[in-house]
């Protein structure tokens, strides 16, 4: 199956579980299949556009050519099936057809928007899935106090022991609050298992630290990208912008994700 078939089934809800999470997969890695998912999504959007515009003017057709008395019976008592019987079916099939069309264009206004927005949001996951894959893989600890037990957590993590990993980090934060290394690497790996409320958490913490080069707010932007409920995008927004104004650690990939959110 090629690329255009695949994308066009995971539009259409047609792969199985595996398929589509293998999918998903691909696109968080793969660019140009990313790219390839916005390109049919803006394609269909286009071609729906283009039926809309046609459905519409045959819509201004047909309402022009109704005569002004089709909706006015113009002998008070007739027979049903008398002679104007074709004229009342005829004004009451283009009142049905006129409804229908009107449901066609609220239809497909309606999922225009839809998949603009599924084409966005698309493209903006996929971009941050590669920040983070390229960010977010291996570790490399600090010196402080805690170097043993950080290294270990480093090594947890960069042989892919996650959850082992945060278990040690977390065992430093309960000894050392304010340590940032422990509090940053914890927010990256409850970053990376999809844990975003306790990843948001501990990047805000991190950001109240009083830091020379401090990415806080920059990776608690990405938490809330990433957990997307309602009203987490503006929440974004604003701390990209914070982060952009002050000048604070992450700024061009902020000023990139905005331009990807806008």
Do not use: C
Not at 78 to 86: A, E, I, K, M, Y
Not at 154 to 164: M, Q, S, W
Not at 167 to 173: M, P, Q
Not at 200 to 205: E, G, K, L, P, S
């Amino acid at each position: 199956m090629d690329d255009f078939a695949i994308i066009e089934s995971y539009v259409n809800g047609q792969l199985s579980p595996t398929e589509k999470a293998a999918f998903d997969d691909a696109l968080r890695s793969d660019q140009a299949l990313a790219d390839a998912l916005a390109f049919y999504l803006l394609t269909k959007q286009v071609a729906q556009q283009e039926a809309r515009e046609q459905r519409r003017a045959e819509f201004e057709a047909l309402r022009h050519q109704l005569p002004d008395t089709a909706f006015v019976e113009e002998t008070p008592v007739r027979p049903l099936w008398g002679s104007t019987s074709g004229r009342w079916i005829a004004a009451a099939a283009s009142i049905v057809l006129l409804l229908g069309l009107g449901w066609y264009f609220v239809r497909s206004s309606t999922g225009l928007g839809d998949q603009t927005e599924v084409a966005e949001n698309t493209a903006l996951n996929a971009q941050i899935d590669q920040y983070i894959e390229a960010n977010f893989t291996t570790l490399s600890p600090s010196m402080s106090g805690e170097a043993d037990s950080l290294q270990t957590g480093v090594e947890y993590f960069n042989t892919g022991r996650l959850a082992d990993a945060g278990r040690v980090f977390d065992g430093i934060l309960q000894r050392q609050p304010d340590n940032d290394t422990a509090l940053k690497y914890a927010g990256i790996v409850s970053l990376r298992l999809g844990n975003y409320d306790q990843a948001i958490t501990q990047f805000r913490r991190l950001s109240q630290l009083d830091l020379i080069k401090n990415p806080g707010l920059f990776y608690e932007a990405l938490a809330y990208l990433k957990r997307g409920q309602p009203m987490d995008k503006s929440q974004a927004e604003k701390l990209l912008d914070e982060v952009i104004n002050k000048n604070l650690d992450g700024k061009q990939e902020a000023e990139e994700l905005t331009k990807a959110i806008h």
